[in-house]
């Protein structure tokens, strides 16, 4: 939305209205949210100010302060990043108050948003409007201008990362003004923006393809690891969607192979399976006994997944074609350290997703047909864990495979 006429110029502002008319928006330094942390809780920061803006107007009179004083502005969301990508000691700008759906255009399968909306919040009013997100990776608490502007994916091999989904962006540059860029209008800064981490302007609105709300049948069977490997090109292609949940102590593979469908939803719905125990437990069960499950419900409630527990991650992009290679070397050192007492253990199974090539500049699967490959450590009970060694060793190989790093991890 465009700057009321009302609006005093910022050039006529001195300082002290300049302070004024920002108090309401700062975050008191005696207030808990004085300082940043991430969800995980993995890394903090103290930003000089943090500014909670409720306009696109608030948003001009933070980056107008910032310039008069040189200050660094750092945009955040709700901080569900693993990484430290917003921490700064410069000016923080929270853009969770910024979160309404602008615009629904139904029949040209595209909406307006405004960059602080949590994919969750998008979910339910798109769902209302019998539409949907064509893709989403494994959880929707992140707002709709983090993912973009780290190239998030979710599943597919003929799926891009989620910024491929993106037709214009409105931003607030660093020099105040404000700008829509698509890739017909200023299609350098559209294309550096859609994975840009934050570094060519406040992203204040996101235009978004989305289609028509679908659901997804997906099929989860348990095969042994080298079976997978040997079958990789006709798993990964027979579905729409296919990911993979690599149990290096049982030496198996979980596959999760989604389809859109007109079948009626089939979602597994009882309360011991939503509940802690059921998630958690009964699964973990299921997959050591390689039972076969159907399951079919609203396309996001099958992307998802409840990433309940604060914990370190990383996760890598390689070339589609150096999967097979990568996974048996991946395969040789956790044989090695499941045999040493001693040895590195995940927490969770390794995950491997998989996306397709894209033009983003700054996106990991620009140029290449790409298979995402990422482990976890959790942190039980907020208790921080040993994970920098385990680390170390799964992104040595990941590198060696042509790896790039997931910036948002």
């Not at 693993?82 to 139904?106: Q, V």
């Amino acid at each position: 939305m465009s700057t009321p006429t009302t609006m005093v110029q910022l050039s006529t502002i001195d300082l002290a209205q300049l302070y004024g008319l920002l108090q309401p928006i700062i975050v008191s330094h005696t207030s808990s949210n004085a300082k940043f942390a991430n969800w995980s809780e993995t890394f903090t920061c103290s930003p000089l100010a943090i500014f909670e803006p409720e306009t696109e107007y608030h948003c001009e009179l933070i980056l107008e302060l910032a310039r008069r004083e040189g200050r660094v502005v750092r945009a955040v969301g709700v901080g569900h990043s693993p990484s430290d990508l917003a921490c700064t000691t410069g000016y923080m700008l929270r853009t969770t108050k910024l979160n309404r759906l602008l615009e629904i255009h139904a029949d040209k399968r595209y909406v307006i948003a405004q960059a602080g909306i949590t994919l969750d919040a998008l979910h339910s009013e798109l769902s209302s409007n019998g539409l949907a997100m064509i893709n989403v990776g494994s959880i929707s608490d992140q707002t709709l201008g983090g993912i973009v502007t780290t190239a998030t994916h979710g599943t597919g091999i003929n799926y891009g990362v989620i910024s491929t989904h993106v037709m214009g962006l409105t931003l607030l540059l660093a020099d105040g003004s404000r700008v829509f860029c698509s890739r017909h209008e200023r299609p350098d800064l559209f294309i550096a923006s859609i994975c840009g981490l934050g570094s060519t302007g406040l992203i204040l609105t996101v235009t978004l393809e989305v289609e028509p709300a679908f659901r997804l049948k997906e099929v989860q069977q348990t095969i042994g690891f080298h079976e997978c490997v040997r079958s990789l090109d006709s798993l990964v292609t027979a579905s729409e969607h296919v990911r993979f949940w690599w149990f290096p102590a049982a030496d198996t593979m979980r596959i999760f192979s989604a389809d859109r469908t007109a079948e009626p939803a089939k979602p597994v719905g009882s309360w011991l399976w939503d509940s802690f125990f059921g998630f958690h437990v009964v699964q973990f069960l299921l997959f050591a006994a390689s039972t076969k499950v159907i399951v079919i419900d609203e396309s996001f409630r099958i992307f998802n997944l409840d990433c309940r527990y604060q914990q370190h991650t990383t996760e890598w992009a390689i070339p589609y074609q150096n999967t097979k290679a990568c996974l048996r070397d991946l395969h040789d050192w956790m044989t090695h350290e499941l045999s040493d007492p001693q040895g590195l253990r995940p927490h969770w199974p390794i995950e491997v997703r998989f996306s397709d090539s894209d033009d983003i500049w700054l996106s990991p699967s620009n140029g290449r047909k790409t298979c995402w490959i990422g482990i976890v450590q959790f942190k039980p009970y907020g208790f921080d864990v040993p994970y920098k060694k385990l680390f170390e060793r799964f992104e040595a190989i990941l590198f060696s495979h042509g790896g790039r790093p997931h910036w948002a991890k």
